[in-house]
């Protein structure tokens, strides 16, 4: 894999880091100790990533070296394991080739979520609600916080339209790619005779803003 050298330094970061936060000179300035255990946990979940991907690529070094054994059922487990551990390294390196991308400045941010039904009637509504609710079992995954700040349902038990804010740690970053247009093609339950629709669902995610000061 490439960054392989990139992400030694990361870990080596990573550590230093770690070690500082024990510091007593370091936990009794809280500033310093703010900045170094925030930059810590900003490198946690690369360095998390990259100790996977290396235990992997152990793992399929040893695989490959027992391909040269004699033995047919030795040769048979290293095929297995190989063909259990390449698909998982690639699956993380394409995580941590997305956790080096350059960081958006709002990525830290609080979001606004905005979900308005679009076209589609009583199903658009229905769907407005179930992405809604998917979005809030995935805030309690995260462990972030949900507050609804208002809110209309329809008369069919979906959703016209809802605003919430979401807080917790960095946020915007997983979410800032939903916004848009969602769409749905299926037979709602508000249909009897068993007719496709296809209904859409915006969603529009907002970093939320600094605190500014106005002197008037």
Do not use: C
Not at 100 to 111: A, F, G, I
């Amino acid at each position: 894999m490439q960054y392989v050298q990139r992400l030694d330094g990361i870990e080596a970061r990573f550590e230093d880091l770690t070690r500082q936060m024990t510091d007593p000179q370091i936990i009794n300035d809280n500033d310093t100790y703010r900045k170094v255990s925030r930059e810590q946990s900003e490198l946690g979940e690369v360095v998390s990533k990259y100790r996977d991907w290396k235990k992997f690529n152990a793992d399929l070094e040893g695989a490959r070296q027992m391909l040269a054994e004699d033995d047919p059922e030795i040769q048979q487990m290293a095929r297995d394991d190989i063909a259990r551990v390449e698909p998982e390294m690639a699956r993380i390196e394409d995580e941590i080739k997305f956790l080096l991308l350059p960081k958006d400045p709002n990525d830290e941010k609080n979001v606004i979520l905005e979900i308005r039904k679009g076209t589609g009637g009583d199903e658009a509504s229905l769907f407005a609600g179930e992405l809604f609710r998917m979005y809030l079992r995935y805030a309690e995954t995260r462990r972030w916080k949900v507050e609804i700040i208002s809110s209309s349902e329809s008369s069919v038990g979906g959703m016209n339209e809802v605003i919430a804010m979401i807080s917790g740690n960095r946020v915007y970053s997983q979410l800032k790619y939903e916004s848009g247009v969602h769409r749905v093609q299926r037979v709602p339950s508000t249909e009897q005779q068993g007719r496709v629709h296809t209904s859409t669902v915006t969603v529009a995610v907002l970093p939320e803003a600094d605190e500014v000061e106005v002197h008037i």
